[in-house]
């Protein structure tokens, strides 16, 4: 009904010929740029009438627009009408329905060893082993640390740490680290606090303590890199990822295995060619998975920026096309943020370090407290959801009394 009544109206509208030779001749020939003053010449009509035809063709479905000024120079012709086809990546909505959710936590500055940490590894209790009764509870199975794992030393934080010394420290980490069933974390190290120890004394303390935790039976603990790591995030759920040693039970594992079952154990796992003592290898082999997003994990550097996403935007900004990770996890400044930043979700880890006199005296305030997320991955690797939440964890409590808390008390 409807549809007969729109054809009579149009059969009441008097046909424009005009219209209809410009229409014939936008033919097939797609978002073309007309000089209106070419077209009226060529069709022998005012540029009026012919403004008025050439709309007409658009109304009837014709492609093309008119250009009142511009004589397209025959060196751009090429180029105005065939515009160069750019590869779009397309969130398609279809595939919010096909895809990974993958469930990971995130935490970094623990400085254990320091006075100001807050995690109590006798008792069990802080906010990191918080976080990893709640990722128990919740099914989350990785945790990433992004560094400053325990205090170091040096000559100004010599009287605000329990234990002096680079074994002492470390072995304090490997027995005191929360842990919980079913949680691996995957750690790198900083260039600052437990590595002043590589700055200083040349000893690579990301493989000491990979060695350290191996040789104690902490498997849930693995380091993959200093300063930094990339992980691959794979379309169901996978995570490819190098690191310094094969944990004790694959070590085994390694030992008894022909050597066949050998190639194919270091096929599966990049990175443990020389399990033993490590040997990193740095370059990640995705030949097999085209499609894939990486997580970075890293420690920043430098001091604590004016704004709170002063840092991340100067380390987003510093990349070369192509370099950016899809996910990046930043430690270091005890800071807590989810900014977007060219295309890449990325999260400043906050710290479970209470203020420090260092940080009072430079009126540095610290975001306290851990974080879990909810990333989306389409089967064709993209990040297309990212969720995330903060657990803040109130030092003080939220009435403060000065006699409870301090250096003296
Ligand atoms: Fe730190
Ligand atoms: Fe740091």
Avoid at 64 to 90: C, E
Avoid at 193 to 203: A, P
């Amino acid at each position: 009904m409807a549809k007969a009544a729109k054809s009579a109206k149009s059969a009441r509208k008097p046909r424009n010929h005009l219209a209809e030779k410009i229409l014939a001749k936008m033919g097939d020939a797609g978002p073309v740029v007309y000089d209106i003053e070419a077209l009226a010449n060529e069709f022998n009509v005012t540029p009026s009438k012919l403004r008025d035809a050439f709309e007409e063709a658009q109304q009837r479905g014709g492609t093309g627009s008119l250009s009142d000024f511009a004589t397209v120079p025959d060196a751009y012709l090429d180029d105005a009408q065939a515009p160069r086809k750019q590869k779009i990546t397309k969130i398609d909505s279809e595939r919010f329905y096909s895809d990974t959710p993958l469930l990971f936590a995130g935490t970094a500055d623990t400085h254990l060893g320091s006075e100001f940490a807050l995690d109590n590894g006798k008792a069990k209790t802080g906010p990191t082993w918080d976080l990893y009764r709640m990722c128990e509870r919740e099914g989350i199975p990785v945790v990433f640390h992004g560094g400053n794992w325990v205090d170091g030393h040096a000559r100004f934080n010599q009287y605000e740490v329990k234990k002096i010394g680079v074994t002492a420290q470390i072995e304090m980490f490997i027995n005191e680290y929360p842990y919980a069933k079913g949680v691996k974390t995957l750690f790198v190290g900083g260039d600052d606090h437990e590595g002043w120890w590589l700055q200083r004394e040349g000893l690579d303390i990301v493989e000491y303590a990979a060695m350290k935790a191996a040789a104690g039976g902490r498997d849930d603990m693995v380091f993959l890199g200093y300063v930094e790591a990339d992980i691959a995030l794979i379309p169901g759920g996978k995570m490819i990822y190098n690191r310094y040693v094969a944990s004790s039970k694959e070590l085994q594992e390694i030992m008894q295995m022909s050597d066949e079952e050998k190639a194919k154990f270091q096929a599966e796992n990049p990175g443990l060619d020389r399990p033993f003592p490590g040997g990193l290898q740095r370059t990640l082999d995705l030949s097999a998975h085209p499609n894939h997003a990486i997580l970075r994990l890293k420690h920043g550097g430098g001091g604590t920026g004016y704004a709170t996403s002063y840092q991340p935007q100067k380390i987003i900004n510093g990349y070369e096309s192509g370099e950016k990770a899809q996910i990046e996890l930043l430690g270091h400044y005890h800071k807590a943020s989810v900014d977007y930043l060219r295309n890449c979700w990325t999260v400043q880890l906050g710290t479970t370090e209470a203020r420090t006199t260092f940080m009072n005296k430079k009126n540095i305030i610290p975001h306290v407290g851990t974080w879990m997320f909810k990333a989306n991955q389409a089967p064709t690797g993209e990040i297309n959801r990212f969720q995330h939440r903060f657990i803040p964890y109130h030092v003080r409590g939220f009435n403060f009394d000065p006699r409870a808390y301090g250096l003296r008390g």
